[in-house]
């Protein structure tokens, strides 16, 4: 499962960047943007497992999932706004920081690689 949730985290930034730049160069997103929805859904369906497969669910495993959806929240916040035109600045730099922050406490969280 940490194997699909990895692959669905690659893909769900390959969409999202693509769906950016293509909405950027004016092209219609309308399908890019639906596949990435797909993959939000598949992101938080293999993290809900990964989440309710943990016998002791800790503060650190609820940070994780929050700031996980907190992420998504991100990728479609700059969507629409870059879409409106309006400036994305500030979000990619929360963007940025929420992608460190969870990335860390997934490593250091026990399933799958683990760099305790
Ligand atoms: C873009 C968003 C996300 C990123 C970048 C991300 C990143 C990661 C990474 C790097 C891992 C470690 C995988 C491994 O050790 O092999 C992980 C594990 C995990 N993720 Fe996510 N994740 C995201 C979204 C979510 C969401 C939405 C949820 C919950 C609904 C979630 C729940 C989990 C859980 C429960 C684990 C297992 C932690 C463990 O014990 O190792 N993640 N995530």
Same mark, same amino acid.
């Given at each position: 499962?940490?194997?699909?949730?990895?692959?669905?985290?690659?893909? !769900?930034?390959?969409?999202?960047?693509? !769906?950016?730049?293509?909405?950027?160069?004016?092209?219609?997103?309308?399908?890019?943007?639906?596949?990435?929805?797909?993959?939000?859904?598949?992101?938080?369906? $293999?993290?809900?497992?990964?989440?309710?497969?943990?016998?002791?669910?800790?503060?650190?495993?609820?940070?994780?999932?929050?700031?996980?959806?907190?992420?998504?929240?991100?990728?479609?916040?700059?969507?629409?706004? $870059?879409?409106?035109?309006?400036? !994305?600045?500030?979000?990619?730099?929360?963007?940025?920081?929420?992608?460190?922050?969870? !990335?860390?406490?997934?490593?250091?969280?026990?399933?799958?690689?683990?760099?305790?």
């Amino acid at each position: 499962m940490t194997h699909l949730h990895l692959t669905a985290i690659v893909l !769900t930034i390959i969409f999202f960047l693509l !769906t950016f730049f293509m909405q950027k160069a004016g092209k219609n997103t309308k399908v890019m943007h639906m596949i990435l929805r797909v993959m939000y859904i598949i992101l938080i369906v $293999s993290g809900g497992i990964l989440f309710f497969s943990v016998f002791n669910i800790t503060f650190l495993y609820i940070l994780k999932a929050l700031f996980g959806i907190l992420m998504i929240a991100f990728f479609e916040m700059i969507l629409v706004r $870059s879409g409106d035109g309006r400036t !994305t600045t500030i979000h990619w730099i929360l963007i940025a920081v929420t992608c460190i922050f969870v !990335t860390y406490i997934g490593l250091i969280l026990p399933m799958g690689f683990y760099i305790g």
